[in-house]
Antibody
């Protein structure tokens, strides 16, 4: 069965950095676009970044562009999110999510499987 | 960016009720719309995609409709497991979600 397991969250000061990971199993990871979606405490969902199945195309939400970098290692079935210059408003649970459609290159997509999330807290 | 607006924000209902949630897009998204259910402390769960297609394993009491800019999620014969928060998401472009609708016990 499909499993997505995030890790790497924690407490970090404003301006700091973190690298989130998402270990995938149960499907052909290299065939699917992957997404990061975040949720601030008590708030709604926000798409943050998406990467195409082969890593060749990447798209970001406007407020994180230039600070966040999505990447993947298909040989390790792992998705990453490097987050730099963290702000307090970046606090929240970060989910990795699998795109329903295979071999997608564009930024659009919906999510048929989600991880359990990893909490990022930005606080001084 | 395409803005998604859900109504109502909170819906009070009883077991057995039929409830409808509306989602409006700031521009046409054709039928590129998904619905998710989220329970406290859990990841969202896909219910419906392409506006009206029921995801495998989702009970048939859930249904979706609409196209263009206006969409609905209907739950017939509301069950105790259905009290949760529901989100719509457009995927015509880079995904954006509605703000959520909480379905609570009346």
């Amino acid at each position: 069965q499909v499993q997505l397991v995030e890790s790497g969250g924690g407490v970090v000061q404003p301006g700091g950095s973190l690298r989130l990971s998402c270990a995938a199993s149960g499907f052909t990871f290299s065939s699917y676009a992957m997404h990061w979606v975040r949720q601030a405490p008590g708030k709604g969902l926000e798409c943050v970044a998406v990467i195409s199945y082969d890593g060749g195309d990447k798209y970001y939400e406007g407020s994180v562009r230039g600070r966040f970098t999505i990447s993947r290692d298909n040989s390790k079935n792992t998705l990453y999110l490097q987050i730099n210059s963290l702000k307090t408003e970046d606090t929240g649970v970060y989910y990795c999510a699998k795109d329903r459609s295979s071999v997608r290159r564009g930024p659009e997509g919906f999510f048929d499987f989600w991880g359990q999330g990893t909490l990022v807290t930005v606080s001084s | 960016d395409i803005q998604m607006t859900q109504s109502p924000s909170t819906l009070s209902a009883s077991v057995g009720d039929r409830v409808t949630i509306t989602c409006r897009a700031s521009q046409s998204i054709r039928n590129w719309l998904a619905w998710y259910q989220q329970k406290p402390g859990k990841a969202p769960k896909l219910l419906i995609y392409r506006a009206s297609n029921l995801e495998d394993g989702v009970p048939s009491r859930f249904s979706g409709g609409g196209s263009g800019t206006e969409f609905t999620l209907t739950i017939n014969n509301l069950q105790p497991a259905d009290f949760a928060i529901y989100y719509c998401q457009q995927y015509d472009t880079f995904g954006t979600f509605g703000q959520g609708t909480r379905v609570e016990v009346k």
